[in-house]
């Protein structure tokens, strides 16, 4: 099993910035991936961010330019930089890592999620 813990989230007006975290914990052998995910009211689950173990990055559309993730492999964390917030970034935001376990098997793990509001 695998725990995410996420942080950071807040209250912000618009044009505001964020730094969420996420730091996991437990029986990891190796990440192929950690991301962000968001879900806003009556909306889907979206991809914010993901970054692999090698580094590379991906972002959604509506945040690049504006979001930046990072990723520790030493701590297991991995962290956003939201930017230049605007109202439609609201949402619920979701850690997520990819994790092999030591039989090279690969599972999912999401974090609780963490509430981001931008607003006046």
């Known amino acids: 099993q695998v725990q995410l813990v996420e942080s950071g989230g807040g209250r912000v007006q618009p044009g505001g910035s964020l730094r969420l975290s996420c730091a996991a914990s437990?029986?990891?052998?190796?990440?192929?991936?950690m991301g962000w995910y968001r879900q806003a009211p009556g909306k889907e689950r979206e991809l914010v961010a993901d970054?692999?173990?090698?580094?590379?990055?991906s972002y959604a559309d509506s945040v690049k330019g504006r979001f930046t993730i990072s990723r520790d492999g030493a701590k297991n964390t991995v962290d956003i930089q939201m930017n230049s917030l605007k109202p439609e970034d609201t949402a619920v935001y979701y850690c997520?890592?990819?994790?092999?376990?030591?039989?090279?098997?690969?599972?999912?793990?999401w974090g609780q999620g963490t509430q981001v509001t931008v607003s006046s």
């Open positions: 997520k890592a990819d994790v092999y376990d030591k039989y090279w098997a690969l599972y999912d793990f």
């Open positions: 970054i692999t173990s090698g580094g590379t990055t």
């Open positions: 437990g029986s990891i052998f190796n990440f192929k991936a």
